[in-house]
């Protein structure tokens, strides 16, 4: 018997294989059958899972995808199908009794295993689903923060214009810009020599930079109908009134100011 | 949820974009004070023409000085008093233009007058004080018509640099003028400069001496004549003083405008009864009679095409000005109808405007009437200005007017801005004619 083991230990082997495959395979569709709960097991070596779909798949049912993270979270759709090449001899009648019994032994040992492999798996899979949970909450977290943050800052942003409207607003309401506006316009108007050319119709712009003082520090010349006389005047005019008169309030002085020159006659 | 978390995030970006463009667009406009400036000063434009360098006290020709006074006479500049003058730069690097600018100059012109050659030649250089920067620098030889001449050139170039008008400093005046009392008077017909500096004597005569005018080359005066007891007609050239008599019909003779090309005289006759007038082809002697009206039609003065005639007529009860096409019909056509006198028509040189004399609320005013909209400004004030004419430029006007019951020459800006008596010492001073451009 021992002899006849050793020298069919291979095939006998195979055999022993191929029926707990069998076994395994039918005990499996029968769970598949009869449980909603997926099987989360043995297939771990044979399972291939496209790695394309599965942050599809993960993302279709998650609000986030942390793609690094890639538990198995759903069935991966195992398809265990039986090896048709390894396909041993058939086995002969007379170890049919000692195979069955082995098989028996396997069978049990197998069960058990598969209870405890599938018990590790599950709770590796739940500290995994875990984690990664806790993963996505935390970046769901850092991300709300990072745009409550931005919002807020452009929020302070629109609340420091508003405010700097508001005041600019209570300025021109108090008078003082219209006031300044007609003093500058007066500073102005006394050191325009006309030319002659500087008809009804011309309309020559000066953009003008002024410091604090009044001096003014540039002129520059934007669209002009006028010719060079005209244009030399009205720079001119500008230059001849530095230092612009300053405003009554300190609000009102703008450093840069758009002088459009546009005889009336 | 999470289609919520977008739509939320959405309007949150877009919100803010909105916002940032808005802050972005409203920036400049907001942080810019805007201002509209609709009135000037009628000032002329302040200049300083600092003494020229290499001149010695006491020369002659102060080139500076004529400058200046160019300028000044233009009525567009005021240069600034040499008493008021802080240093006396002779060139550009030495202007410290904060100086300038604290005097209120806007322009200054410096230069110096150098050996050039065995001649001599004056260099100049004009700078905007306010910003500092070059605008003209030229070096002139001086040539055979001496300083003066290259002073009022550079007067010329400033004036064009500084207006977009070339300066008409470099022309001539022509002018009448009479001394003494009846029965013992003198006539005299006068070419000077522009700025009234060098007259001479074209010619004299104890017989009235009458309506000068130029031929368009400048280098002829035609005019009327009483040496002969009767008026007749003259031609004459300056530089060689050769003339010759180019019309003494029987009745008057008066009245010579050159057509355009300047072969051709209109003139004024009355040897059909009374006066009209006639055109007179110079080589040819051929005569055609333009108008034949019982009317006085008298003073013609040509369009810029050489055309027509614009000429003075009081066919209407009063002088008016009309305008006959020098086609076969002749038809004339009223020009003027504002005033209920209006007179001796002299066209402008870029043929839209005729100046003219006006019956202006009391006064024998200058008038300029605006060919296309019929407007016409009076440029002066006075009660007795007679005889305008334009500057070859257009931009001034010459006249005759009264100062102390003696007749003066005046001049004003094309626009009336600016107004000038000329000073002079030869008594009486009547009809002066602008030249036109010399030939360069």
Known sequence: ?265 | MQAGTESMRRPGTTLAALALGLLAMAGPSHAQLRLDITQGVRDAVPIAVVPFGGQTDGTATDVAQVIADDLRLSGRFAPLERRDMVARPTSGPEIRFQDWRLLKSDFIVVGRVEPDGAGSAVAFELFNVQTGQALLAQRLPVGSRGLRAASHRIADLIFERLTGIPGAFSTRIAYVTVEGRPPSQRYRLVVADADGFNPRTVTQSSEPIMSPAWSPDGESLAYVSFESKLSAIYLQRLASGERRRVSARSGINGAPAFSPDGRRLAITLSRDGNLDIYTLELATQTLTRVTSDDAIDTEPEWSKDGRSLYFTSDRAGNAQVYQVALDEARQAQRVTFTNGYNARPRLSPDGNELAMVTLDRGGYRIGVLDLKTRNLRVLTNARQDESPSFAPNGATVIYATKDRARGALAMVSSDGRFQQRLSSDQGDVREPVWSPFPAR
């Open chain 1, 1 to 265: 018997m021992p002899g006849f083991v050793r020298e069919h230990l291979r095939p006998l082997m195979g055999s022993a294989g191929l029926h707990l495959l069998l076994l395994v395979l039918v005990a499996g569709a029968a769970l598949r059958w009869t449980s909603t709960q997926p099987p989360v097991q043995l297939a771990i070596e044979g399972v291939v899972v496209d790695a394309k779909d599965l942050p599809k798949s993960a993302r279709a049912g998650k609000p986030v995808p942390p793609p690094k993270v890639t538990p198995p979270p759903e069935i991966p759709k195992p398809r265990p199908e039986p090896e048709p090449k390894t396909e041993p001899a058939p086995p002969s009648p007379d170890v049919k009794a000692a195979e069955e019994v082995q098989a028996a032994d396997a069978e049990r040992r197998r069960v058990a295993d598969e209870a405890a492999r599938k018990e590790a798996a599950a709770d590796a899979e739940r500290k995994h689903a875990a984690v990664a949970d806790a993963r996505r909450k935390q970046e769901e977290q850092d991300k709300a923060a990072r745009e409550a943050k931005l919002r807020s800052e452009r929020e302070s942003e629109l609340q420091r214009q508003l405010a700097a409207e508001e005041e600019a607003a209570a300025v021109a309401r108090s008078g003082v810009v219209d006031e300044y506006r007609a003093v500058l316009i007066q500073a102005i108007e006394r050191n325009w020599i006309r030319p002659p050319s500087a008809r009804a119709g011309l309309e020559c712009t000066l953009f003008v930079t002024q410091a604090t003082g009044g001096t003014v520090i540039d002129v520059k010349l934007g669209t002009c109908n006028g010719d060079q006389a005209v244009r030399e005047s009205i720079a001119n005019a500008v230059y001849r009134a530095s230092p612009l008169p300053a405003p009554r309030d300190p609000r009102a002085f703008e450093r840069r100011l758009q002088i459009v020159f546009k005889p009336t006659e």
